[in-house]
């Protein structure tokens, strides 16, 4: 294939065309190859090529093939990285950077290791607003970067020895900071050894945790005398094991994001700021405006509100700040005093009552794909925050949830 956009998908760009109206032959014609070449001033023949994979288009091509055919750009692409949505949208590195307001070196490393700017809160939506895509395709294009898939081909291998043990039977053994396991994660996110083995730490305990649920019911199936029946033990095993693979299939997410890509420490110590302020909100006056403001752009204004005041945490706001507090914990230094989860503050049950016994996970496992604007609570069903915000008059009441997934 000649050289051009890297991942162009010359199938896709044919049943696009073959479902695109022709205006010169009437809207009940299909798009034919001869009119497209027109559109987009080619040849009939480079076209073909196209179509059948023998030559690639530039990306400014590619973006003019995708208007002619009226497609987004990147369904014209097969697994697209970051680049590849760059260059579906006709943009020179050195033309987004500008978009951006970044240095061309910043925006480099983006591309070439998908390492944010922390300086930059709120980089990731202005770069989804500039390459026109939404945030689980973004998300997408920056796992695809080979980088990011080095690292978590890395984590995956480091780690698998050490999930394992977790699972089996016997005393708990944590990750030392001077294991090898936790040295060759700290080369590889380039972060001190202490923190992987927290961050690492985390969610050992977590997996020990369903494991002894597990052997639990276990034991309850094969006792004899149990009045359930032996199916119903079947269904909650086999939930249980499928948790327990997802959370070992989603370590190297949840290291990426808090290793390579966490929010900065002055965001989080003003997320933990307003949780600490209690339902009444707080004016920050001990925080800067600029913080204030690189919060509602970091978290695309979902997670905080304005109120008489000052700000408060909005119900999505709480919920994430209690998910991803455990790690934060441990990544940055508290501020002002000891923080304890307490969502009875907030006039709602206790992660650990008998009711919602798995609450926490649910709210942890909605966060791991990154700092989205719909996140999603798991009580059951699929369920998203319509239009990513609280309505209801206080912090007890119940918040609209949808059906519908959040992707």
């Not at 010169?24 to 497209?36: E, Q």
């Not at 053994?173 to 396991?181: A, F, K, M």
Request: aromatic letters at 8%; a positive charge; one cysteine or more.
């Amino acid at each position: 294939m000649a050289r051009g956009v890297e991942g162009f998908d010359g199938a896709a760009l044919r049943a696009a065309r073959l479902a695109a109206p022709c205006r010169d032959h009437g809207h009940a014609h299909m798009l034919t190859v001869s009119c497209l070449a027109r559109r987009v001033g080619t040849s009939k023949t480079l076209i073909l090529d196209y179509e059948h994979g023998r030559s690639s288009p530039s990306p400014q091509r590619l973006a003019e093939l995708a208007r002619a055919v009226g497609v987004p750009a990147f369904d014209l692409q097969r697994r697209a990285r970051l680049s590849d949505l760059r260059a579906a949208r006709g943009l020179t590195l050195s033309e987004l950077a500008a978009m951006l307001g970044l240095a061309v070196n910043t925006y480099r490393r983006i591309e070439s290791s998908g390492v944010l700017p922390r300086r930059r809160p709120g980089v990731f939506w202005d770069l989804a607003t500039a390459l026109t895509v939404d945030h689980m395709q973004l998300h997408e294009a920056i796992r695809r970067i080979p980088a990011v898939q080095e690292r978590r081909e890395a984590a995956d291998g480091t780690l698998r020895e050490v999930l394992a043990q977790a699972l089996e039977p016997g005393p708990y053994q944590p990750l030392q900071d001077t294991s090898l396991p936790a040295q060759a994660l700290a080369a590889t996110y380039d972060v001190a050894s202490s923190t992987v083995s927290k961050v690492v730490n985390i969610l050992l305990t977590d997996l020990r945790q369903l494991a002894q649920q597990q052997a639990q019911l276990q034991a309850r199936r094969d006792f004899t005398a149990h009045s359930r029946p032996t199916h119903l033990y079947e269904r909650e095993l086999e939930t249980i094991s499928n948790r327990i693979a997802e959370d070992v299939e989603r370590v190297p997410d949840i290291l990426e994001r808090y290793l390579v890509n966490p929010m900065s420490q002055s965001c989080w110590h003003s997320l933990a700021r307003l949780y600490l302020a209690g339902p009444p909100g707080s004016a920050l006056r001990s925080t800067s405006g600029d913080v204030v403001v690189a919060l509602h752009k970091a978290f695309n204004d979902y997670l905080i509100e304005v109120t008489p005041a000052g700000f408060q945490l909005s119900t999505p706001g709480v919920l994430f700040f209690l998910d991803t507090l455990p790690y934060y914990r441990v990544i940055y230094t508290p501020p002002e005093r000891a923080i304890r989860p307490d969502p009875q503050y907030y006039g709602w049950p206790s992660f650990r009552s008998r009711a919602q016994p798995n609450r926490r996970h649910r709210l942890r496992v909605a966060h791991v794909l990154g700092h989205d604007p719909h996140p999603y609570w798991d009580g059951g069903s699929w369920m998203t925050i319509q239009g990513g915000s609280r309505s209801g008059d206080s912090w007890g009441s119940s918040t609209p949830w949808s059906d519908e997934p959040p992707f």
